[in-house]
């Protein structure tokens, strides 16, 4: 079975920094496309950062408005666990958000068409 587990949301002040860990496990393939999501009230939800199975840079993708602040990692534990974090630095209230963890065998970039959501975290941001 495959679970999306989310951590490391918080409150903290403009400028601040902090680092979601999402721990992807039951995939029988090793071969998984990981990206973060966030969606504020009343807004869709929109990518933030996505990454290849290899987490090369070649691979890596950012929505406009965190480029140059958020940096997406992968860990690859073994080939049914993964971790992969989200470093936001210089933060804004404009990233307060819930932010969502997915996963999907196919590559899906910034796009919501991914199979596997975790629960989300919350992350607010005040001035």
């Known amino acids: 079975q495959v679970e999306l587990m989310e951590s490391g949301g918080g409150s903290v002040e403009t400028g601040q920094s902090l680092r979601l860990s999402c721990e992807a496990s039951g995939f029988t393939n090793s071969k998984i496309y990981m990206a973060w999501f966030r969606q504020a009230p009343g807004e869709e939800r929109e990518g933030v950062a996505a990454?290849?199975?290899?987490?090369?840079?070649?691979?890596?993708?950012?929505?406009d408005s965190v480029k140059g602040r958020f940096t997406i990692s992968l860990d690859s534990l073994d080939n049914a666990k993964k971790i992969v974090y989200l470093e936001m630095n210089d933060l804004k209230p404009e990233d307060t958000a819930t932010y969502y963890c997915a996963a999907d065998w196919r590559p899906r970039g910034l796009g919501t068409a991914y199979n596997f959501w975790g629960q989300g975290t919350q992350v607010t941001v005040s001035s």
């Open positions: 990454i290849s199975p290899g987490g090369s840079s070649a691979g890596i993708y950012y929505a």
